[in-house]
């Protein structure tokens, strides 16, 4: 949700949330369904949030665009679910943040995962 989003970004320090691509340092990915600006969080009705869609029908049509700007800017992408596929209620499969940070990777992307499979983020838990 909304509060979710906005509690992680402040949770993380001087972390802000860019308005564009232009305006950004980096991508973070930890969901599949929307791609959020700043206005966005500020206001639920803005129109400046992209429903993806993607969990529910993998389809990379409305991720491409924004891949292609993040890769011309040589943005370096940050997957904290790196999960390629979850199940979800009635035998459906979702598609997760790891296929979209795969795909950046496979058009040269700079990806790193962090959270679960890989143990990095549970050996931070630890330290």
């Known amino acids: 949700g909304i509060g979710d989003d906005k509690n992680l970004i402040e949770g993380g320090g001087v972390i802000g949330i860019a308005e564009s691509v232009e305006d950004a340092d980096f991508v973070l990915l930890h969901g599949s369904e929307v791609w959020r600006r700043r206005r966005h969080?500020?206001?639920p009705g803005d129109a400046d949030c992209l429903d993806l869609n993607f969990l529910y029908d993998g389809d990379f049509s409305k991720i491409d665009p924004?891949?292609?700007?993040?890769?011309?800017?040589k943005l370096p992408m940050i997957c904290a679910n790196p999960d390629l596929v979850v199940g979800l209620p009635g035998g459906v499969v979702g598609n997760m943040p790891g296929k979209i940070a795969e795909r950046y990777s496979q058009r040269g992307g700079a990806v790193q995962h962090f959270g679960k499979p890989s143990p990095r983020h549970f050996h931070a838990c630890l330290d």
Request: proline share 0%; charged share 25%.
């Open 41 to 43: 969080l500020s206001n």
């Open 66 to 73: 924004l891949l292609d700007q993040s890769l011309e800017r």
